[in-house]
């Protein structure tokens, strides 16, 4: 036989590798009990420890027939332990805030731990809770997560059936950790960097999302992460939503193709790396989000937070949303067929159950999964709900840190597990403990027997045991610290992220040809103010003056100055109007109901063509039924951006005002469009990708993935659920700010493109 074995060393974890020729590398602890079984010529690990190669550790056998198998092996205890998904780890746990973790009963600090030690709140959770879905965040970097994996899977190994942990991730390729739901980015996990997912859209170029997942699979399964709770392919067709950032726009058919593009990069393995119908060892299961679309909250609100638990549809296009999912993720072009996994809304779809006309959460809703997701459309993988759905509600209407059960908060957490569970969801998101599911098993029991719910159990557990054995996880779940440092961020990969988000880049005006800017001319870039306030996740800002651009980046292509009489030409960057998430608790201790408008301009908004009255509301006597904001004023929070705009245009005394402007959102460009002589937008980019725009290094060929609203008239007006229903604003060229609008250096790009996803109006 000529298989091979070699060791490596993770802080005291020896782990050992085996080459199986013809056959998938065995990777096992040496200090876990697991042994290895010779058959055939070949190497088996067996995890059971009982020198017996059952179906569940052989991996000739096809991946449903061994987690068939482990399933029936399975305690109801461990069963209940697979359904579960960590909160949030941070990779060393921070000392204080939502992601702190004690080493020992003492912070990080205190403790003397290495990095990547497992928390005591991780040996709880895989000991005692049997937990083995992990969701992390930060990690200090790609050795550290790789030795912290390794410790995670050889504590799991050593533990019963020998069940390894399936990691996963949110999105951590973004150039800014303070974007909402992007915390792993910008950490010195060193990962390569890419446009967020609008500009990915903004490239207009499935393939380049392809390769994004192709490169961010292999980047993710260095650092010991299976699984990524992305994309997020809702349609986002209200503009004021404050999850714009995170879709491909607007648009059903450029995000269904994004979406395609998106899941078949991260599922696909090739080559040596597949083990079977395109899964492999460089396959990342995606998890495809949000069911069946978040994009439509009522006022543009978000279901995060008490306020925003309405979906609506006025414009009954309810069916729209759901194309990225059934002709996207459930129809891949690659070998992996559909994406392993689907994540439900916080939102309640109002009056969309035509079966039970139940109000409640998505995944609540048993229309919505059972009868719709997996009867009428055939899904069978995984349904895993969005975090913190079992928890209590506060009854604060604007925190994000609350349970999120709505409809059902008069429920016990456990009934909430249970009513999950009958409507057909696999896996609960945010919960680290198995109690409330074994409460759920037995209320079950009560009501069908013990047979029809260890049945219903054991579906679940076939269903993530799948998503665990497709990728090899059983056979090598540990990775090589050295080998993951070269993979992470490697040139080529760096290389392929840059040049996409110089593709993400939009001209938007470019007056008098103004642009490219000669290198080496003289800039003024004022800084930009900002007031005291709260971030997305409700941890007080301070007040502070600032660059938005790194200086030192800028003088690399330009000299700069802060007198702007001796300037050639003034360079202004600011973010899109952000007013908050459309509720006051001023306004509601005030006698009001609360609620107040989300502005997508800089200057104080009136909302005098709102609605009268909402079209959802929560008939609880303590909440608010009516939710209508109309004629209620709100201040934008960055205001100053506006204002620099305009003091710059001032000072240059005629010289060339350049706005570059970063989009989470659409925006009303109307306040100072006519003042400046170029607009650049990008959505979420390295410096130097706008300066080698505006340098005329890279010529610009981002097209706008959504409409850019005339004014806030017509964003009150269109309708929640309804694309491309704006009245858009036209500049001072006589260009309209529509869908797949762009400019390169010759003018209105015309291309292969625009043919192609262009709307005729």
């Known amino acids: 036989m000529s298989n091979k074995t070699n060791t490596t060393t993770a802080d005291k974890e020896s782990i050992a590798f085996i080459h199986n020729e013809g056959g998938p590398t065995l990777g096992y602890s040496l200090s876990s009990g697991a042994q290895i079984i010779e058959q055939d010529g070949l190497s088996f690990k067996n995890v059971s420890k009982d020198g017996v190669l059952k179906p569940y550790e052989d991996w000739?056998?096809?991946?449903?027939?061994?987690?068939?198998?482990?399933?029936?092996?399975?305690?109801?205890?461990?069963?209940?332990?697979?359904?579960?998904?960590?909160?949030?780890?941070?990779?060393?746990?921070?000392g204080g805030g939502w992601f702190a973790g004690k080493y020992g009963g003492k912070s990080y600090e205190e403790s003397g731990a290495n990095p990547w030690d497992l928390t005591d709140a991780q040996i709880a959770f895989l000991t005692d809770d049997h937990l083995r879905h992990v969701l992390v965040?930060?990690?200090?970097?790609?050795?550290?997560?790789?030795?912290?994996?390794?410790?995670?899977?050889?504590?799991?190994?050593k533990s019963g059936l020998g069940i390894p942990a399936n990691n996963s991730s949110d999105p951590r390729h973004g150039s800014d950790a303070s974007s909402e739901f992007n915390i792993g980015a910008g950490t010195e996990s060193r990962v390569s960097m890419w446009p967020e997912t609008l500009g990915l859209a903004a490239t207009f170029d499935p393939e380049i999302t392809r390769k994004f997942g192709e490169v961010a699979s292999k980047e993710y399964r260095a650092l010991g992460l299976a699984t990524a709770l992305s994309p997020q392919i809702d349609i986002a067709t209200d503009p004021r939503w404050f999850r714009f950032n995170g879709t491909f726009g607007e648009d059903s058919a450029l995000t269904t193709d994004m979406t395609r593009a998106y899941v078949d990069g991260f599922q696909t393995s090739v080559g040596e790396r597949e083990l079977a119908e395109g899964w492999g060892f460089d396959s990342v299961n995606a998890m495809v989000k949000h069911w069946p679309g978040g994009g439509s909250g009522e006022g543009g609100r978000d279901a995060h937070f008490a306020c925003g638990k309405y979906a609506v549809y006025p414009g009954n296009n309810f069916e729209e949303h759901l194309k990225p999912f059934?002709?996207?993720?459930?129809?891949?072009?690659?070998?992996?067929?559909?994406?392993?996994?689907?994540?439900?809304?916080?939102?309640?779809?109002?009056?969309?159950?035509?079966?039970?006309?139940?109000?409640?959460?998505?995944?609540?809703?048993?229309?919505?999964?059972?009868?719709?997701?997996?009867?009428?459309?055939?899904?069978?993988?995984?349904?895993?709900?969005?975090?913190?759905?079992?928890g209590d509600e506060t009854g604060v209407q604007d925190t994000i840190l609350t349970g999120k059960s709505w409809g059902v908060e008069h429920l016990t957490v456990a009934e909430r597990h249970y009513k999950l569970i009958m409507a057909g969801v696999d896996q609960f998101g945010g919960n680290n403990e198995a109690g409330p599911v074994l409460e759920a098993y037995q209320i079950g029991v009560a009501e069908h027997g013990e047979?029809?719910?260890?049945?219903?159990?054991?579906?679940?557990?076939?269903?993530?045991?799948?998503?665990?054995?497709?990728?090899?996880?059983?056979?090598?779940p540990?990775?090589?610290?050295?080998?993951?440092?070269?993979?992470?961020?490697?040139?080529?990969?760096?290389?392929?992220?840059?040049?996409?988000?110089?593709?993400?880049?939009?001209?938007?005006?470019?007056?008098?040809?103004?642009?490219?800017?000669?290198?080496?001319?003289?800039?003024y870039i004022p800084k930009r103010y900002l007031p005291a306030g709260r971030n997305w996740f409700g941890m007080p800002t301070p007040e502070r003056l600032e660059h938005l651009a790194n200086l030192a980046v800028v003088q690399t292509y330009y000299d700069t100055t802060d007198n702007p009489e001796e300037a050639d030409f003034g360079l202004v960057f600011i973010q899109n109007p952000k007013s908050g998430i459309g509720y006051s608790q001023e306004d509601a201790e005030q006698g009001g109901n609360?609620?107040?408008?989300?502005?997508?301009?800089?200057?104080?908004?009136?909302?005098?063509?709102?609605?009268?009255?909402?079209?959802?509301?929560?008939?609880?006597?303590?909440?608010?039924?009516?939710?209508?904001?109309?004629?209620?004023?709100?201040?934008?929070?960055?205001?100053?951006?506006?204002?620099?705009?305009?003091?710059?245009?001032?000072?240059?005394?005629?010289?060339?005002?350049?706005?570059?402007?970063?989009?989470?959102?659409?925006?009303?460009?109307?306040?100072?469009e006519a003042e400046v002589d170029a607009i650049i937008v990008s959505f979420g980019v390295q410096d130097q990708a706008i300066l080698d725009v505006l340098s005329g290094a890279y010529e610009p060929s981002g097209l706008l993935p959504m409409q850019m609203p005339a004014n806030m008239r017509t964003v009150e007006e269109q309708l929640e659920d309804v694309a491309h229903d704006m009245l858009c604003h036209q500049d001072s060229e006589g260009h309209t700010y529509d869908f797949a609008f762009g400019l390169n250096w010759s003018g209105v790009i015309e291309d292969t493109r625009t043919a192609k996803y262009r709307k005729n109006r």
């Not at 068939?68 to 461990?78: F, I, T």
Request: proline fraction near 5%; aromatic fraction near 8%.
């Open 60 to 94: 000739r056998l096809p991946a449903e027939e061994r987690a068939k198998d482990l399933a029936a092996r399975m305690s109801v205890e461990e069963i209940a332990g697979l359904m579960l998904y960590s909160g949030h780890q941070a990779v060393p746990a921070a």
């Open 137 to 157: 965040t930060t990690i200090a970097n790609p050795e550290t997560g790789a030795r912290w994996n390794n410790l995670l899977q050889a504590f799991a190994e």
């Open 326 to 390: 059934i002709d996207g993720a459930f129809q891949l072009d690659g070998k992996t067929g559909k994406a392993s996994a689907v994540m439900p809304y916080y939102t309640i779809s109002f009056d969309q159950d035509n079966v039970n006309g139940e109000n409640v959460g998505n995944a609540y809703n048993a229309y919505l999964i059972n009868d719709l997701l997996r009867g009428q459309y055939g899904y069978d993988g995984v349904v895993c709900t969005d975090w913190m759905i079992t």
């Open 451 to 476: 047979a029809y719910m260890r049945s219903r159990f054991e579906q679940s557990a076939v269903r993530l045991l799948l998503n665990m054995f497709r990728l090899g996880l059983f056979e090598n």
């Open 478 to 523: 540990y990775v090589q610290p050295e080998e993951s440092a070269k993979i992470v961020s490697s040139p080529e990969f760096i290389q392929a992220g840059y040049d996409a988000q110089l593709k993400s880049v939009v001209l938007l005006k470019n007056k008098g040809q103004v642009l490219p800017m000669k290198p080496r001319s003289k800039v």
């Open 594 to 672: 609360g609620y107040v408008p989300i502005s997508l301009q800089y200057k104080p908004y009136t909302a005098e063509h709102a609605r009268e009255v909402s079209i959802a509301g929560d008939p609880r006597e303590h909440d608010v039924l009516n939710r209508s904001y109309q004629g209620k004023t709100v201040t934008t929070q960055n205001a100053n951006d506006l204002e620099i705009v305009l003091e710059t245009k001032e000072m240059m005394k005629g010289k060339p005002v350049i706005v570059s402007m970063l989009l989470a959102n659409p925006a009303v460009v109307a306040e100072f």
